[in-house]
């Protein structure tokens, strides 16, 4: 493990990469009308002056040779009873480092975007207060130095979310979403609650350095249930299976948002926990085959709930379920997967914002529609749209040599090496990406008109279109950097370790057969929506599995039928208990004593006041009487 | 500075108060606001300064004592004085009481009185910094008996359309409770004459008696029963909904934020040191129930349909992860329960002021009465949230440290029972976020019309003045937790409980680190 020494120079900077964007969301939140006018560039402010403090501080962590790259930025002790002691401390190494660029980078893009796409919205203010407020929580999230800090990260991030999705308070359908997305991230909280517990009560500390030190020595059950409670808190804010069914709603937001959400932020989380804890899956054998369980479950659900959607965001949001899910995937494999998830991570950020900002460009040219069975040749009058989406798309089914390519066919390859049944799942599931991933493009931009007849779609303009442009780059290029000699590799190793999938099939061999897979994909969405007309209006004499993933492989039903419905009749039953039983009892026992003493004592009149009356001038009297004796 | 009377004196302003709002003309009447408001000011500046002078860990263990002779017959003394606990709960009842006089100014319906109104609060005051200040038992029995009349005549006389029940309800539930610790009170003071000779009702020299064990079961159950009525615990918890609901919503402050805690205060104050095997005898017992507690009144929150009682409900919950913190004896446990307790104080009562200020523009409990407050007053629907979020227990305001250490430290003691509260963590985002999302968001409907319009400079002044106050104790805890730390251990120590510190583990890691 490596050292982590004290902040000085430039590192005791640290904390101002939060500080910023704290202060940003609290100036917009705070101070009223006053900001309208500029608050937006205010909130744009803070994040690009966050972006250079993160760019200046991986310059200098480049400087350092590679064991001596990690520091911690000690601020103030936030609790400390006994031995129970939490510092708020930011601790910056290689991993954090790769995830600060990522939110700080992709976050600045998308508050720019945001600029033209909120342009006349009232709340366009708070709304960037919320953003910086997200940026803030997802960069505490990943610079605390323990496990009780970085919660607070987490729920920061759960906050915003709520915040952001809820955004449109005065729509009937964003409430209920934004509340959903919180509650179920609360149920992944559990575990995470539970997993800091266990760890102080077993290791007396909840540190990152004191937690993975003992670890090692630890007994296989606790760090099993410490994996496994970890393992929930990651479900929750990664979407993933049981817990994924809040993803789909949040499209409730602005698409900024959700670009926010599913490519720099919140969603990602779960993946660094799991990635941040190795020390503890490493020796939680069983808690690791969870994670690969769950992520295999989730990208292939993810890809199913995709291929279904009408809905383009809709679409997009099954798209990073099952990315998540190869995420998920990589990380459960242990030492042969953290690099490649991360380096997935990293490219999905690009490809995965751009995409959800070109949906959101279709969406601002569109008057915010968003069923694709009425969009169509949208390419004749969205040409940067086209293009930067397009090279997203591409990207993602990991065409070569685009960034999905490089980072995702190792995650493939390390999946098939652990086991040919987790491979084959993450070889059908590049395959589903291909498919709903042309299936979005193609009845999007090519094909027919089939637009409504009050539209009338136009590029959006340049401080929407510069931010997408950026990404598609990213999406072309950072696959390339971050693989070509094992750049990330070498540093994110002193971290997270590293060891070579060793497979019984040639690498190149199962890039070809992915690759394959990929292009049956393509071609099943050719013939189906470029070859054939696409109806405007969803048909109805569907298959079974059409139906289910329209309806979301029936999360939402299973989770209304097993804890809403029963969770209802709870709480009626039990408000009934609490009128009738329990104070029904206190009451009855009062009217018993009330009568009885009403026979016994006619002089009492019955009324509480006189009572008082009587107990009051009792008191004073015994208050009186008491002085008396006392002098 | 040290040897000024200071905790008689904060005791005494908030009387000077009333005494000069009863001498005042009738038609002046309405100045009687700010004789309180100025009042609690003076108080509070009182007890800040006194806060300064608190030694933190100093070798006595109650500081600022001051000592009257009483009645010498029976060893009554008027004896004052606080420790780390007693401390932080005196500044809480400081602290709140000013808001809610700011935030009351306008509860009194035309036809009652003013003068009443605000000397009844100023009296309560006075009478609950002296409870929790109170060093010989029958003081604090007379003071905690004496917070009823106050109580009981706001609740009584100045509250919704069922306020004569809810009082009479409130009243004989606490009396119940009352009579009850009286006759331990009484079994106390024999049991200190037989082993001392003489009786007393000294605390810190009963507080080192040793009492047989079958006595003390007996008496520790005496003052527990009153303690867990006020608290409240479940089950006998159905006076408070009904007592905060048709009280004002400035009353229901003081009552739940402020009252309720003489409740957990007298558990470990009283309970815990005084009758330390009893309390060893019976912890697994309470947190039992206190679990009951915790998931029980969460459950009921949410099927709650009026705001008030919901409120209420929810304070059930919390109250029960105050009572497990106490009664899991650990050092993080209970730090974390009196944290929680100052907590609670600050959030429930900006939940209650805020939807009391909700209620008085829509005139109307009722939850479905409600939609879209968000569109027609952003500001009072942003403090429903902030309020709101302080009742989930979100880090970064005052209600996460206690309940995460409450948690952290009851799982040392009772990992299963620690799990299970953690269920709390899910359906507290269910009450608050259903509650808000019912009210706030959506189209504005019901009484969300019409008249209905934003908050006013006053009562944006007292919110965010408690808000302030969340996040301050929310992000620098230490400030609190340092002072009651102490008391907490000497608490544990007392009772004898097995401490618990984590696992070997750590030490076995920390020999091999050394070993290489």
Request: net charge positive.
């Amino acid at each position: 493990m490596e050292t982590i020494a004290a902040a000085s120079g430039i590192t005791s900077l640290t904390w101002l990469l939060i500080a910023l964007p704290v202060a940003g969301a609290l100036i917009l939140l705070g101070s009223g009308r006053r900001t309208n006018a500029f608050g937006h560039l205010l909130g744009v402010a803070t994040i690009a002056g966050s972006f250079v403090v993160a760019v200046l501080l991986w310059l200098n962590m480049l400087g350092k040779s590679s064991d001596q790259r990690a520091t911690r930025d000690f601020l103030f002790t936030w609790m400390s009873l006994g031995r129970f002691k939490v510092d708020v401390a930011l601790q910056l190494d290689q991993l954090s480092m790769a995830f600060v660029l990522l939110i700080t980078g992709v976050g600045l893009l998308i508050h720019i975007y945001a600029v033209g796409y909120m342009h006349g919205d009232d709340g366009r203010r708070r709304f960037f207060g919320y953003l910086n407020l997200f940026v803030a929580s997802m960069l505490l999230l990943v610079l605390a130095d323990s496990f009780a800090l970085l919660y607070v990260g987490w729920e920061g991030v759960g906050l915003a979310s709520y915040l952001l999705i809820g955004y449109y308070q005065t729509r009937e359908s964003a409430g209920p979403a934004a509340k959903k997305a919180f509650v179920v991230n609360r149920v992944g909280d559990i575990g995470m609650s539970v997993a800091i517990m266990v760890m102080f009560a077993a290791f007396g500390t909840v540190t990152f350095q004191g937690v993975f030190a003992a670890a090692p020595s630890a007994s296989t059950g606790i760090v099993t249930a410490i994996g496994f409670a970890l393992l929930l808190a990651a479900c929750g804010k990664s979407a993933q299976f049981p817990l994924q069914s809040w993803l789909l709603d949040a499209m409730e937001g602005p698409t900024p948002v959700s670009a926010l959400i599913h490519a720099a932020t919140m969603v990602t989380a779960g993946v660094y926990l799991i990635a941040r804890s190795n020390p503890i899956f490493e020796v939680a054998p069983n808690a690791q085959m969870g994670v690969i369980v769950v992520g295999v479950i989730t990208l292939l659900a993810g890809g199913i709930i995709a291929s279904a959607k009408d809905d383009i965001k809709k679409a997009l949001a099954g798209s990073t379920m099952s990315a998540i899910g190869f995420m998920m995937l990589a990380v459960g494999l242990g030492k042969s997967g953290y690099v490649y998830a991360i380096a997935f991570l990293l490219a999905h950020g690009f490809f995965k914002a751009g995409l959800f900002l070109g949906a959101g460009s279709v969406m601002h040219g569109m008057n915010d529609q968003v069923n694709m069975r009425r969009f169509g040749a949208l390419r004749s009058v969205m040409a940067i749209t086209t293009l930067t989406f397009g090279l997203g798309y591409l990207a993602i089914i990991g065409i070569p040599p685009l960034a999905g390519y490089f980072t995702k066919d190792v995650i493939i390859e390390s999946a098939m090496a652990r086991n040919p049944i987790i491979g084959t799942a993450a070889v059908i599931g590049a395959g589903l990406t291909a498919f709903y991933m042309s299936r979005i493009f193609f009845m999007t931009f090519i094909g027919p008109k089939r637009w409504t007849q009050d539209v009338h779609p136009h590029e959006s303009p340049v401080v929407m279109t510069a931010p997408m442009v950026i990404l598609a780059i990213g999406s072309v290029a950072s696959g390339y950097l971050l693989m070509r000699n094992q750049t990330l590799q070498r540093w994110l190793e002193p971290v997270t370790g590293f060891t070579e999938p060793d497979g019984a099939l040639r690498p190149l061999v199962l890039t070809g057969i992915t690759l394959a897979v990929v292009a049956l994909g393509i071609i099943a969405a050719v013939v189906l929506f470029l070859r054939r007309p696409i109806p405007e209006t969803a048909p109805s004499k569907v298959s079974v599995l059409v139906s289910a993933a329209r309806r979301d492989l029936y999360g939402d039903a299973f989770n209304e039928a097993v804890f809403m419905r029963p969770g209802q009749w709870l709480t009626r039953s039990l408000v009934w208990v609490d009128n009738r039983v329990i104070d029904g009892a206190v009451n009855g026992v009062a009217a018993g004593l009330g009568g009885l003493s009403a026979r016994v004592r006619r002089t009492q009149t019955g009324y509480t006041r006189s009572y008082s009356l009587v107990m009051l001038s009792g008191a004073l009297l015994v208050i009186v009487l008491l002085w008396i004796v006392r002098l | 500075m040290k040897n000024l009377p200071w905790l008689l004196i904060a005791g005494l302003v908030p009387l000077a108060g009333t005494v000069l709002i009863a001498v005042l003309p009738r038609k002046f009447e309405f100045r009687a606001r700010w004789i309180a408001l100025a009042s609690s000011l003076v108080t509070l500046g009182v007890v800040i300064a006194m806060a300064t002078q608190f030694s933190v860990g100093g070798t006595q263990k109650f500081q600022f004592v001051t000592s009257y002779k009483w009645i010498p017959a029976f060893g009554v003394n008027f004896t004052l004085g606080v420790d780390g606990v007693g401390l932080v709960l005196v500044c809480l009842a400081a602290c709140l009481v000013p808001f809610v006089l700011l935030a009351s100014w306008r509860d009194v319906q035309p036809g009652g009185s003013v003068k009443s109104y605000f000397g009844l609060m100023l009296v309560l005051q006075t009478v609950v910094i002296w409870v929790f200040s109170a060093l010989d038992v029958f003081l604090f029995y007379l003071l905690f008996e004496a917070m009823l009349i106050p109580a009981y005549l706001l609740i009584g006389r100045f509250g919704g359309a069922q306020r004569s029940y809810a009082a009479t309800k409130f009243l004989l539930y606490s009396l119940f409770g009352g009579l009850v610790m009286l006759a331990a009170l009484i079994g106390l003071y024999v049991a200190s004459q037989t082993l001392l000779g003489s009786g007393t009702f000294d605390f810190q020299t009963l507080s080192s008696l040793q009492i047989n064990s079958g006595l003390q079961n007996l008496l520790f159950l005496g003052f527990f029963l009153a303690f867990a009525i006020k608290a409240p615990l479940w089950p006998l918890h159905t006076w408070l909904p009904d007592a905060a609901a048709e009280a004002t919503p400035g009353t229901a402050v003081l009552l739940v934020a402020l009252m309720d805690k003489v409740g957990t205060f007298g558990m470990i104050r009283y309970c815990l040191q005084l009758f330390p095997d009893a309390s060893r005898t019976f912890a697994f017992t309470i947190s039992i129930l206190a679990i009951i507690s915790i998931i029980y009144g969460a459950l009921v929150a949410i099927g709650q349909t009026d705001i008030m009682r919901l409120i209420s409900y929810t304070s059930v919950s919390h109250f029960g992860f105050i009572i497990l913190g106490i009664f899991a004896f650990t050092n993080q446990s209970q730090t974390g329960s009196v944290f929680y307790m100052v907590a609670h104080g600050f959030s429930t009562a900006a939940l209650f002021l805020v939807a009391g200020m909700m209620i008085a523009r829509g005139k109307s409990r009722n939850i479905a009465d409600y939609s879209g407050v968000f569109k027609v007053a952003p500001l009072l629907a942003g403090f429903v949230l902030i309020a709101g979020l302080s009742g989930l227990a979100l880090p970064g305001l005052a209600s996460f440290p206690g309940e995460f250490l409450v948690l952290v430290g009851s799982y040392l003691r009772y990992p299963a029972l620690a799990i299970i509260a953690t269920v709390a963590i899910v359906l507290s985002a269910v009450y608050i976020l259903w509650l808000y999302q019912r009210v706030a968001t959506g189209s504005p409907r019901g009484v969300v019309v019409g008249t209905f319009g934003e908050i006013r400079r006053r009562e944006v002044l007292a919110l965010s003045s408690i808000v302030a106050l969340m996040i301050g104790l929310g992000v620098y805890p230490q400030v609190l937790t340092r002072v009651i730390e102490p008391t907490v251990k000497t608490t544990i120590t007392r009772v004898g409980a097995v401490e618990l510190a984590p696992t070997q583990i750590k030490d076995q890691v920390d020999k091999q680190v050394s070993k290489k």
